[in-house]
């Protein structure tokens, strides 16, 4: 990545203030449920406290809607950060600008933490308002951009604040642009990329800009179905998004012209209800019954699609191949996962869905990288620049 990072300041005795993704899940009791964020942010936050710098900690937490609300506090989330950082001592700051949070910055010694709260207490935090992004920079010299998950947002917090104050990646950030740019500028070969999801209009951006550089696209999820449909298969009760169709039909022109193979499901698993305990069966897809819909890919494209990934040497993966939230319709996206761990490659896993189905199925760990940003990936996948990658000093 050629971005300052961590490793480019001597931090002895400097305020680092670090934009972090603390956003996580919270039971009504105001417990963790799943501290994955926390936990990426440790290698920059202990870096920076192993060399002596005053680490000042801001996040966003839920949508508390610019108004202060204890519901989305992040006080647990300091408790919780406390009880991972054995040795180095966390405190919390009641505001996160202002005296409150002045006095608490001021009270830090080096090596120490301190949590700011919600920055989306305030209004102006995601209008990017530039008062605020001042009044964050008064309390660190040098910001610390290590939140990949809002990177895509140009707020106060994300990229106004940079502009008063030298800026430069954490190791989070630097990983999640390293690994991803580097996967999608100069891939090993083969290059594997497998989309997913319900709809071809949330991933247009994403296919068009894979489909010149992927040597196989693989599509599963409901919007294989909007381009099954332009094949020429009645897709019967099954999702299809009509007003997609002539971007299914240009984008599958798009891959002929680029010479990339655009693999569709050759079979599906159907059922009569979108429910839990519907029967199912395999099919054709050509072959679906009037009163049927297809809730994930069948077993002889499972077999076709873990073939092109263990022979790939990149994967990238975003998005379901079905509706893996029900058991009975998981075996396609749970086939995917196991097939990344035992291709010889770098496999990368990117938004939401795809994170919760690697989780799901116990490998996150055996995958290369497993993204932290939803939003970000996708957008990155896109090409897209994201303001809170592009305002850190180049290198």
């Not at 020429?232 to 012209?257: F, H, I, Q, Y």
């Not at 760990?365 to 990936?377: E, I, R, W």
């Amino acid at each position: 990545m050629a971005k300052k990072t961590i490793e480019d300041v001597q931090w002895q005795g400097k305020r680092a203030l670090v934009r972090v993704d603390f956003n996580v899940p919270m039971n009504d009791a105001g417990e963790i449920t799943d501290d994955t964020r926390v936990r990426a942010a440790i290698p920059t936050i202990t870096y920076l406290s192993q060399h002596g710098a005053r680490v000042i900690l801001m996040s966003h937490l839920g949508r508390p809607k610019g108004e202060r609300n204890e519901k989305y506090s992040l006080r647990p989330v300091a408790n919780h950060l406390q009880e991972l950082l054995k040795g180095i001592h966390v405190s919390f700051a009641d505001d996160c600008i202002g005296d409150t949070a002045k006095e608490a910055v001021g009270a830090l010694k080096d090596g120490e933490v301190l949590v700011l709260e919600n920055v989306r207490f305030y209004a102006g935090e995601e209008k990017n308002d530039q008062e605020l992004a001042k009044a964050f920079a008064e309390l660190g010299d040098v910001f610390v951009g290590d939140a990949f998950g809002t990177a895509h947002r140009a707020h106060a917090s994300t990229a106004g604040v940079a502009a008063y104050l030298p800026s430069v990646a954490g190791f989070l950030m630097e990983k999640e642009v390293g690994i991803m740019g580097e996967a999608l500028a100069s891939p090993k070969r083969p290059f594997v990329a497998i989309i997913g999801g319900a709809k071809v209009s949330d991933k247009i951006n994403v296919i068009e800009n894979l489909l010149p550089k992927v040597d196989a696209l693989l599509i599963g999820g409901g919007m294989a179905n909007t381009f099954l449909a332009v094949q020429g298969n009645d897709m019967a009760k099954s999702l299809v998004e009509s007003d997609a169709l002539e971007t299914a039909k240009r984008l599958l022109a798009v891959a002929k012209e680029h010479n990339s193979r655009l693999l569709l499901p050759t079979d599906v698993i159907a059922a009569k209800a979108f429910a839990a305990d519907a029967e199912y069966t395999a099919r054709k897809v050509n072959e679906l019954k009037a009163d049927e819909m297809a809730l994930d890919i069948g077993p002889d494209s499972i077999a076709v699609f873990q073939a092109e990934i263990k022979a790939a040497k990149t994967v990238i993966w975003n998005g379901p191949m079905g509706v893996f939230e029900m058991p009975a319709f998981a075996k396609g996206t749970f086939a995917i996962a196991e097939a990344m761990v035992e291709a010889d490659a770098t496999t990368i896993v990117g938004g939401g869905d795809s994170v919760a189905a690697v989780e799901q199925a116990g490998v996150a760990d055996k995958m290369t990288h497993v993204s932290t940003g939803g939003g970000a990936s996708l957008e990155f996948l896109e090409g897209k620049t994201l303001p809170g990658v592009a305002v850190l000093e180049d290198k």
